[in-house]
């Protein structure tokens, strides 16, 4: 049917997946990462304090203390074409638009700096998608990861007059295809190292101890993605809890410990990996690469390999595909 003459332009429908992951700064220095941290830390998801106790500490200490010595972290690992989160997010975005075809929108988003969820999905619908499938790339479901996703989309859709249709991609820590692309990745990875592990350690991002008592399902699904991971290799999995922050009790044990206590035992040789994360970023190519070795020697380990994420390995990116198309069934 032939539009009138005097109707607005209107984009020829299609459907849309974003995929988001948790952000990083625009660049490796101080000023970039304040501004990171200040919206990161701001996240009532992200810091269960009252915010009368937490603005002053936020503002007054860790943001004139912090974002120096992070800058200079992030330096170490930044890469020629970015941040290495963004870089490999980007690229997976680009691997999947090529797998899905021409009839799929593929984009990125953070959910904390650039690109923004808002942006996003308001340029996706501007463009013609008028169904977006959101997919938070979080294996394990956590308040302060997928719920906050999932809140920013709803800030988003608030804000618009004519809104697409959403899905949203579930936790997949104990999909059969997610399973199967970290025993795939591992099983390489393992037989390219020079040195025979004493120990594996799946290393999973911390929490506070409390959002396990407040019922968040996070360490539950972490162990399971374990569980299952190690049956599938054949091979016993050290579990551990890595970048504790502040002073309350967190998920235990810390890598850190692990990492010595293995060491102390007389574990020579350790292999050490991070099925929490879609991507490789900050918290695994300077925290678990670089200074989980200087941890591991130091405490009288002898052989010592950080093994990277999925990223947009072909394992990865073939169990991605999976997961997204099931998502999109009744939309193609």
């Given at each position: ?23 990083t ?34 503002h ?7 974002p ?40 990125v ?23 977006i499938l ?29 809104q ?10 104990d ?26 350690v799946a ?23 374990a ?17 504790r922050?502040?002073r ?6 810390s ?27 900050l ?6 690469a ?6 591991f ?11 990277p ?8 990116m ?15």
């Amino acid at each position: 049917m032939m539009l009138p003459a005097s109707h607005p332009p209107v984009a020829a429908p299609k459907v849309g997946v974003l995929l988001v992951n948790l952000g990083t700064p625009d660049a490796p220095n101080t000023a970039a990462v304040r501004r990171y941290l200040a919206e990161f830390l701001s996240d009532r998801r992200v810091v269960e304090i009252p915010s009368l106790i937490w603005k002053p500490i936020l503002h007054g200490i860790i943001l004139r203390t912090r974002p120096a010595k992070s800058a200079a972290n992030y330096a170490k690992v930044w890469m020629d074409e970015g941040s290495p989160l963004a870089v490999y997010t980007n690229r997976q975005a680009s691997a999947l638009q090529s797998r899905l075809g021409s009839a799929i929108d593929v984009r990125v988003a953070m959910r904390y700096g650039q690109p923004a969820i808002a942006s996003q999905l308001s340029a996706m619908k501007a463009d013609g998608c008028n169904r977006i499938l959101v997919a938070p790339l979080y294996p394990q479901y956590s308040g302060a990861t997928t719920a906050t996703v999932v809140d920013e989309v709803g800030r988003a859709l608030a804000a618009m007059r004519w809104q697409p249709a959403l899905r949203t991609l579930p936790a997949y820590h104990d999909d059969p295809a997610h399973i199967a692309a970290l025993a795939t990745r591992l099983k390489t990875q393992l037989a390219e190292l020079d040195f025979e592990p004493d120990a594996i350690v799946a290393s999973f991002h911390g929490m506070p101890e409390r959002t396990l008592q407040l019922g968040d399902p996070y360490h539950c699904h972490c162990q399971k993605t374990a569980r299952l991971l190690s049956e599938a290799l054949g091979k016993p999995l050290t579990i551990a809890f890595q970048s504790r922050f502040g002073r309350a009790k967190w998920l235990e044990p810390s890598t850190e410990d692990t990492i010595k206590r293995l060491a102390n035992e007389g574990k020579k040789r350790v292999a050490i990996f991070a099925p929490g994360f879609s991507a490789d970023c900050l918290e695994t190519l300077e925290e678990l690469a670089m200074l989980g070795m200087e941890q591991f020697e130091e405490a009288g380990g002898e052989h010592y390999a950080y093994l990277p994420c999925l990223n947009d390995s072909e394992p990865g990116m073939d169990m991605l595909e999976t997961l997204i198309r099931r998502e999109l069934s009744g939309w193609l």
